[in-house]
């Protein structure tokens, strides 16, 4: 029967970089991946570039019940520490948006140093492996997979949520934090598009993948990004980001004119642009194809009318929506294409210094099945990280 100092489940961004901090500490691990590879999310992160980090992470960038939870973990492995990693296997990276950080060449880069560094440091990482069985008994867990019954000493949790079933996501870590007696707070899908079933559906869909700089603005939130209409709905990173703190049957507030007063403007323009349509003078601000959507969507008896011949409150009724286009969108696409599950571990059961749980001696739990959610934009995974790098130096 195959004994290690530690078990780790889960062989993504969390569960790699735990296996290689431990192993390099001289610790015998066993990294168990339920799927035919490791590191299959960030394979496909990012469009294939892997946004691995980014350059201003503070502890506002991450969703958690209890907001300063994160802070030590990001504080002992910061964006600093794994650029310097990345830094070291010479890979070529580059600053996107807003402190995104990208591999100039393929998400491979990434996890291919991480393998190598496990495999330095002399890890054993088993694949297609199901486990049927966790049980702790005489100071140690037993691990039960169909083939094989392994002991440890350790274990830790880094089997990711619900996000994406397709590349291994399950629920498989909340079923092991209630077997322990550790709570968890109700997941849902985030950084996700929403879905629309209204007459905006159509609206959208025939603006499918036209896409427009906005502030999107949900629960005292605002992000200022791109909009992407889609055959469903709505994405991009202004709506992914807002999707986070949105809740099932809530509104969320668009404008389309970030930089401009819509009220002043459009005043403005049937004072010096009296004889010309609204259509053509909007055109100049956003896309044409949008413009004609909303006419028919909100003034098409006046389409053709001069802007002399409106009335000033019509103009402003317009200019309202312009800067404050409420919308209530029917859903989400939900974990099917969502980058992230919110929810998770109850952080108030571990311990912020090493991820250790309090109420069970030797379990750990890192990575997105704890109730820590990032921000879009390399977030998630510098939590990931910093959350592997801490259990990894203490089990």
Not at 26 to 47: D, F, Q
Not at 218 to 224: A, M, V, W
Not at 286 to 298: G, Y
Request: one cysteine or more; charged letters at 15%.
């Amino acid at each position: 029967m195959p004994r290690f100092d530690s078990t780790i489940i889960g062989a993504g961004a969390a569960g790699l970089m735990c296996a290689m901090t431990a192993a390099q500490r001289g610790k015998k691990i066993l990294l168990l991946e339920s799927s035919n590879k490791a590191g299959k999310k960030i394979l496909m992160s990012g469009g294939g570039r892997c946004n691995f980090s980014n350059l201003f992470v503070e502890p506002d960038n991450f969703l958690c019940q209890n907001p300063h939870f994160c802070k030590s973990a990001l504080s002992q492995y910061s964006q600093w520490d794994f650029i310097s990693l990345v830094e070291k296997h010479g890979i070529s990276y580059h600053e996107k948006t807003l402190g995104q950080l990208f591999c100039d060449n393929s998400s491979k880069d990434i996890v291919n140093m991480l393998l190598k560094e496990c495999a330095d440091a002399g890890v054993t990482i088993k694949t297609n492996i199901t486990i049927t069985d966790v049980a702790y008994r005489d100071q140690h867990f037993h691990v039960n997979t169909k083939s094989e019954q392994y002991i440890c000493d350790t274990l830790v949790v880094a089997s990711g949520g619900l996000s994406i079933p397709s590349l291994g996501g399950s629920g498989y870590g909340y079923q092991l934090a209630a077997q322990f007696n550790i709570p968890c707070f109700e997941t849902r899908a985030a950084l996700v598009p929403f879905t629309f079933s209204d007459h905006y559906q159509p609206v959208f869909a025939g603006l499918s993948g036209l896409s427009v700089d906005v502030e999107v603005h949900t629960h005292n939130t605002c992000f200022r990004e791109a909009l992407l209409f889609t055959h469903r709905g709505l994405s991009g990173p202004a709506i992914l980001q807002a999707s986070s703190y949105w809740h099932r049957g809530e509104t969320i507030h668009i404008n389309l004119l970030p930089n401009i007063n819509a009220e002043e403007l459009l005043i403005q323009l049937k004072q010096k642009q009296a004889k010309n349509i609204l259509r053509s003078q909007l055109s100049q601000h956003l896309p044409k194809a949008l413009v004609l959507q909303l006419e028919q969507l909100w003034w098409p008896e006046r389409a053709e009318l001069p802007l002399a011949e409106w009335a000033d409150q019509a103009l402003k009724d317009i200019a309202s929506k312009l800067n404050n286009w409420i919308l209530r969108p029917a859903g989400t696409e939900g974990y099917r294409t969502a980058e992230v599950t919110i929810g998770g571990v109850n952080t108030d059961y571990l311990s912020s210094q090493t991820m250790e749980a309090k109420t069970q001696k030797g379990l750990y739990f890192i990575g997105e099945v704890v109730d820590v959610t990032g921000h879009l934009g390399g977030f998630n995974f510098q939590w990931a990280w910093s959350s592997g790098y801490v259990a990894g130096m203490n089990i």
